[in-house]
Nanobody
Framework: VQLQASGGGLVRAGGSLRISCTASGRTFRWYDMGWFRQAPGKDREFVAGISRSGERYYEDSVKDRFTISRDNAMKTAYLRMSSLKPGDTAVYYC????????????????WGQGTNVTVSS
């Protein structure tokens, strides 16, 4: 499985952005998906996850601002980000095929290359 993240960019604080993660192969619908982010000088951290059945999980700081979704027909997962803050600036990575806790990066088998999100103040 190959994952291609896209949609990142520069946005002003308070703005919105939707990033996407498109998978190759025919098994996307069976995978739990996750979004992680890594800011400069910081560890990669969990942002949101969605199970193959549609259950959603969020990191506390984003749960009222971000929405994760998936379109199995398009083999794509999305992260809609609203009320963006400068602290949300990071490279955002999508991941697939979870076998452990949803919030742990070690739980996921496949990773995309990352898309850069910069929030200006």
């Amino acid at each position: 499985v190959q994952l291609q993240a896209s949609g990142g960019g520069l946005v002003r604080a308070g703005g919105s952005l939707r990033i996407s993660c498109t998978a190759s192969g025919r098994t996307f619908r069976w995978y739990d998906m996750g979004w992680f982010r890594q800011a400069p000088g910081k560890d990669r951290e969990f942002v949101a996850g969605i199970s193959r059945s549609g259950e959603r999980y969020y990191e506390d700081s984003v749960k009222d601002r971000f929405t994760i979704s998936r379109d199995n027909a398009m083999k794509t997962a999305y992260l809609r980000m609203s009320s963006l803050k400068p602290g949300d600036t990071a490279v955002y990575y999508c991941a697939a095929d979870r076998s452990g806790p949803y919030y742990s990066s070690q739980s996921y088998t496949y990773w995309g290359q990352g898309t850069n999100v910069t929030v200006s103040s």
